[in-house]
């Protein structure tokens, strides 16, 4: 299984911007299709957004699309989250995650087998 390492976490003001990183290694970063998902207090674990392993293909949930933009580097075995237009309602521990390649359900965290440890996006109002 690949490992994952989240960063660029932080606190910004509402309108602003973070982005966050997610690095793997111990596998073949290519051939994972990729995703994001956040988790506030008391809240269940939500999806925002996935990849393609070649990045030609991404979707996004509706609370997200036109503000979150996702990337990656296969080169770096790195994944990108842009955020833009912080919303205090953004605020939660953010984690990229891992599709298993049989798994269909891209938006459902049961697809997704390694995960990383999470970074924590707080935005002020």
């Known amino acids: 299984q690949v490992q994952l390492v989240e960063s660029g976490g932080g606190l910004v003001q509402a309108g602003g911007s973070l982005r966050l990183s997610c690095v793997a290694s111990?596998?073949?970063?290519?051939?994972?299709?990729m995703g994001w998902f956040r988790q506030a207090p008391g809240k269940e674990r939500e999806y925002l957004a996935s990849?393609?392993?070649?990045?030609?293909?991404?979707y996004y949930a509706e609370v997200v699309k036109g503000r979150f933009t996702t990337s990656r580097d296969n080169a770096k075995n790195t994944v990108y989250l842009q955020m833009d237009s912080l919303k205090p309602e953004d605020t939660a521990v953010y984690y990229c995650?891992?599709?298993?390649?049989?798994?269909?359900?891209?938006?459902?965290?049961?697809?997704?087998?390694?995960w990383g440890q999470g970074t924590q996006v707080t935005v002020s109002s």
């Open positions: 990849i393609s392993r070649k990045g030609d293909s991404a």
């Open positions: 995650a891992a599709r298993r390649p049989s798994a269909a359900i891209i938006t459902s965290p049961g697809s997704y087998n390694s």
């Open positions: 111990g596998g073949t970063f290519s051939t994972y299709g």
